[in-house]
Each structure stands twice: as C-alpha cells, then as structure tokens.
C-alpha cells in the first residue's frame, strides 16, 4: 500500500494545485487568464499524414523534422504519438528517452514519456512524470489528459473528469482530447459531436473507425427507440447465490458458473470476470425471446479477431434471489459461448460489493459502504450495458425509468450525483487498490522477485494464471508448447509455449507454478492501452476467497490454508 498511497497523495495534491488555477481564471471560462488556449492551425504534413492514417509517412516526417531540429519537442512528440499507434512500444520509449537527454525539462516531451510509460504498463511510473511536469508548465493540454486516464485508472471518475475538461478548454483541436471529452457529454450532444468527429480525419485507425461508428449507431438507435433503466425489481438488496458445476465431462468440473433466469428462460453462465456483462449464444438468445436491438462484435482470447454479435433487452433476469428488469443483454453470434450458454462478468454487480468464495462455491452480494457525500441510498441494479457504470456518461444523467412503468410498487432509482472518485470506507483499509479498465482489474504483480512489477488481469474465465512469453523471458527459460491449446471467444491461440518456475505475488499472495502457460497477449494489450503480461487465472483465484468492489478499485484475498495449500504466505 505504499506506492499506492504515495501515488493517492501525489494525486491529490496536483488536482489541488489544479482548482487553485481553474479558481483564478475568469467567469468560469476555463483557462482564459493563466493558460494561453490553442487556437485552430492549419495541420503541418506531418500532422496531416497522421490524421488521414498514414503512419508510415507522419513517422518520416516527424523524424525528419526532429533530425534537422534537435530541440523540436513538437516532433518529438509527434513522432512518439505514432510509434505508439503503430504499437511500436520500444521503439517509442527509446525515442522519448533520447529526446529528454537533449530537452530534460521539456513538459511536452515529459508528457510523451509519461505516454510511453502507461503504454508499456507502467502507469505509477508515468503518474511520477505527470506530476514532475505539471510543477514545470499546467497549461500543456496532453498532459492534462494523461492525466485524466491515470486518474480513471484509479478509480478516481470526478477527478477524470475534471482533468478532461480542462484539457478541452487549452485545445479543443486536438482529436485524441476531444474523443475523451465527447464520453463525457450527455447522450444527445455526444451524438452530435461523434459525427463531427468522425466526419473528419482524425488519426483514428480503421478497427477503431469502425467501433465509433457501431458506437454511434447504437447511441442514434437507443435515442429513436429509449428503453427504460436497468433496474432492481425485488424488494431484496443482497443474495447468496451457489456456484453451478459446469463439466468437460462426466467427471471433470471445466468451470463454475451462474444459473441465471432470462424472461423465465435457464441459462447456466460462467463466472468470468476477465468478461463484461452478460454475453450468451444465439439459441440461449432465441429460446429466450430477445431480439436484436443494435449490432456489436465481441472479442477475447484468440487469434480469430473479433466475432459479430447484437445487442438485445431482457425484460426480466433473475439471479439468485434478485430480479432485474429491462437490462441490455450482448448476443454472440454463434451456437455457444467458449462450450458454454455463456457468460457472466462480474462487473454487472459493481453496484454491489461482490465475494467470490470459491472454497465454498458460492457468490455473495451485498451492500457498498456508503460514501460520506451520500444523503439517499442508491438503490443498486445490473450494470451490464457497454459503457455505462462509474464514471461514464450515462452515470451523470438520471436514471429514472420512462414514464408507464408497470411495476407501480418499484420505486425508481434515485438520480445519480454524477462521477465520483474513489472511496476508502474505514473497514476498507486493508483492501487492496486495483486498476480498473473498463470490465478489467488490472493487478501489478512480481515475478520471481523481479524488480520490475508487470500488469495481470485478474480472470476466473482462464482455466489457469498464465504469463505472455515477453514476461516469462525476462525471468525464466520458455520452450514451445504443441500439446497445449488454449482457445477463447476469438478463437484458438495460434502458438502456445510453457515457462519454467514462475513464482506470482500480488496483493498479500504469493504463488509458485512450473510450466505455466504462455502466449502472447498483444492483441489484450493494444484494447487495454497498457502492456498486459497475463492473467491471474482459476488455478490461483479458485483458492481464494475475493471481495471486490468495482466502484472504488478495491479488492482483497482471503486464503484458508485447510482447503488449499499451493499457495504460500507472502514473503
């Protein structure tokens, strides 16, 4: 906890520092007296091949333009920005640690830097730049920005917010600010401005052109056709729900799942939360009567790329002794979900506090601490909506239902205060701080001792903890593997290796393994945006006993030496 901490402070006093600024600026205009606002400019070529997504050529420019100006931070920039685009990740770093030689205390080559470190997984390292440069120069927007992507990964939604906003009014120009900014704008003026956007170049590549697009066409659709909230239907507010068996065979258990009741319909889903929401195969879809509402496409594990799919509106799911109504529900388009009905991702209940007690085969819900800003309780529902949840725009509207509702006896929800940063209630202080990505928890773990920490996803959907041959490399010997296959929602995994002795610790645990598996987890890390070195799998998550609370980030293990003994204390 005490990097962690250090990092909390170093947080709170730059967004301190940060109102001190907004505070002296006039009529609440932004940053109209201490900062100078970039005014739109007519794009340099370099810039100009980037927008249109041509990399290759932005790189030569930008390289060009460095070479024949060795102080030109904007280049350096420039040229970082679309090594990094090009997932050239090495190339980046070695580029931005050349440039701080010669410019040291150049707050936009520090940003860049700072860039690189998240991308390479290493985001307290590029929360230490942040903070370095922001004494140096607060007015650069980038670094306003990077910021708000340390302060989401931590948890920290209002602080994001702030620091989006305040990157919008220094450059309203520049397309990577002003995508952060438009997911922070209520449904109808998002709209108007993701068409703007995508109606011109914006460096954007085509796979993230076209999930805009879907994105769009699924805002366009949902404010032609509304449908009402998501919402808790039963008097109930928590539940023990048992774990299901779900078998390879008659005498092996592959999973644990949910039984999980859609218009009435069984489903048995598995317990994953390497996944988001709930996602479950055309027949479970049909037998079930849900009808496509708007496209999607779903990927995973796998070289397979992603899968098409659609999204549909449940007007019933009950799990356990809780009964939701009106919640969206993700179709893959296939005739099972990784040899199941489906999926479960644990985030749909990061308006509970959740236990996952896997030596008792149960899950638990039950109630978050309230915050200290709280004044009615929040009555908590299934978040299984794409993008909705702490800190999106959706959170910042109220979510009252539509008028007409049936259930005249279900009180509707109270509208919610907007994004909120992180909250550490006092019989939380020995839970341990995540990162969080959208559905993913992000766990810095050492391994074998390794000075350096490396980023697991934290995943019961792997059947075991597994380590990207990258990683396994830098501490152990790796030897292909042609016996072993692992496969998920993408696909089989083309090439499968093994890593010698590989000893995980992360939070108070520590676990030893011989031959763990080992594949490559690029294309994870290119989703994520930070360098992904594995999964934290059952093999290591089925001994525990785990408490997670999506909202803030947190997580703690419990281990019960009588029922597992793989697992060591730490050291």
Avoid at 61 to 69: D, E, P, R, T
Wanted: aromatic residues 6%; proline residues 6%.
């Amino acid at each position: 906890m005490g990097r962690q901490g250090l990092e909390m402070r170093l947080f709170r006093i730059a967004w301190f520092r940060l109102a001190l600024i907004l505070l002296a600026c006039s009529g609440g205009r932004g940053f109209a007296v201490s900062c100078k606002v970039t005014a739109p400019h007519a794009p340099s070529e370099a810039e100009t091949a980037f927008l249109r997504g041509d990399y290759d050529k932005a790189a030569g420019l930008y390289q060009a333009q460095w070479k024949s100006n060795p102080n030109d931070a904007g280049a350096v920039a420039g040229l970082v920005g679309v090594l990094l685009r090009q997932q050239k990740v090495a190339e980046a770093s070695q580029t931005a640690e050349q440039a701080l030689t010669a410019m040291p205390s150049s707050v936009v080559v520090m940003t860049a830097q700072a860039e690189v470190l998240y991308r390479q997984g290493t985001p307290w390292l590029a929360g230490g730049v942040t903070e370095k440069a922001m004494k140096i120069d607060p007015c650069n927007a980038r670094l306003h920005l990077m910021r708000s992507r340390l302060a989401r990964l931590n948890s920290l939604y209002a602080s994001e917010q702030t620091e989006v906003r305040a990157a919008h009014s220094l450059d309203p120009t520049d397309p990577a600010i002003r995508s952060a900014w438009i997911r922070t704008l209520p449904a109808g003026q998002r709209i108007a401005e993701l068409e703007a956007y995508l109606a011109s170049p914006t460096g954007d590549d085509p796979d993230d052109i076209r999930r805009l697009k879907m994105y769009l066409e699924a805002l366009k659709k949902s404010a032609a056709e509304p449908h009402k909230s998501c919402r808790l239907a039963s008097s109930a507010t928590s539940t023990e729900i048992p774990f299901i068996m779900l078998m390879r065979d008659a005498t092996h258990v592959r999973a644990f799942g949910l039984e999980v009741k859609l218009n009435d319909h069984k489903a048995r889903l598995q317990i994953d939360t390497g996944a988001s929401g709930l996602l479950i195969s055309r027949p479970v879809a049909e037998h079930a009567g849900l009808k496509p509402f708007s496209e999607t496409e779903v990927g995973g594990i796998g070289s397979g790329g992603m899968k098409g799919g659609y999204i549909a509106y449940a007007d019933s799911i009950q799990v356990g002794g809780l009964e939701f109504h009106d919640c969206v529900v993700r179709v893959l388009d296939s005739r099972n979900v990784v040899d199941s009905d489906g999926l479960i991702g644990m985030d749909v209940f990061s308006r509970f506090l959740v236990t996952l007690d896997y030596p008792m085969q149960k899950l638990e819900l039950g109630p978050l601490p309230p915050r200290p800003t709280d004044t009615v309780p929040e009555t908590p529902t299934l978040e299984t909506k794409e993008g909705s949840g702490e800190g999106s725009a959706e959170e910042a509207s109220n979510s009252a239902p539509a008028s007409g509702n049936k259930d005249e006896a279900t009180p509707a929800p109270a509208p919610r205060r907007g994004p909120q940063d992180r909250y550490i209630a006092p019989d939380m202080k020995d839970y341990t701080w995540v990162y969080r990505v959208g559905h993913q928890l992000l766990m810095p773990t050492t391994i074998n001792q390794s000075a350096t920490k490396r980023l697991f996803i934290l995943d019961t959907g792997s059947w075991t903890t597994t380590i990207s041959p990258e990683a396994a490399r830098a501490v152990t010997k790796v030897h292909s593997d042609d016996t072993m296959r692992v496969h998920g929602i993408s696909g089989n995994v083309e090439k499968v290796y093994t890593a010698d002795d590989v000893t995980f610790e992360f939070a108070n645990i520590r676990q030893p393994g011989r031959e763990v598996a080992s594949f490559d987890t690029s294309n994870i890390s290119r989703n994520t945006g930070l360098e992904i070195s594995g999964f934290i799998g059952a093999t290591t998550l089925g001994q525990l006993k785990t408490h997670i609370d999506y909202r803030d980030g947190l997580v703690k293990f419990e281990y019960d030496p009588n029922h597992y003994r793989r697992i060591l204390p730490p050291s």
